[in-house]
Nanobody, 115 residues
Framework: QVQVVESGGGLVQPGGSLRLTCTVS????????MGWFRQAPGNERELVAR??????EYTDSVKGRFTIARDNAKNTLYLQLNSLRPDDTAIYYC??????????WGQGTQVTVSS
């Protein structure tokens, strides 16, 4: 069974930055399109960034502030969060996107943006 482990969240002031990390226990990680999702209280989980072998995509609300990256040699996915705003507060998850659907969800990592 594939295991996904997210880390790097925390409490940060508006305008601050965080770097989230996700490690995935799967062979051939490099072949999988991956994404970062978030879920705020009372809201559905939403995809905020995705990365394939060739491209990255972002939801409008995070464009220019968040950057997704991957290190295939380490089976690791990253999300750099800059210029954070209170409405970025959520639990952040990573998972596979596209064909095959998501693997089992990890516990996520909490990001709280507050002064």
């Amino acid at each position: 069974q594939v295991q996904v482990v997210e880390s790097g969240g925390g409490l940060v002031q508006p305008g601050g930055s965080l770097r989230l990390t996700c490690t995935v226990s799967v062979s051939a990680f490099r072949f999988y399109p991956m994404g970062w999702f978030r879920q705020a209280p009372g809201n559905e989980r939403e995809l905020v960034a995705r990365i394939t072998a060739y491209a990255t995509e972002y939801t409008d609300s995070v464009k220019g502030r968040f950057t997704i990256a991957r290190d295939n040699a380490k089976n690791t996915l990253y999300l750099q969060l800059n210029s954070l705003r209170p409405d970025d507060t959520a639990i952040y998850y990573c998972n596979r996107v596209g064909p095959g659907g998501p693997w089992s969800w990890g516990q996520g990592t909490q990001v709280t943006v507050s002064s």
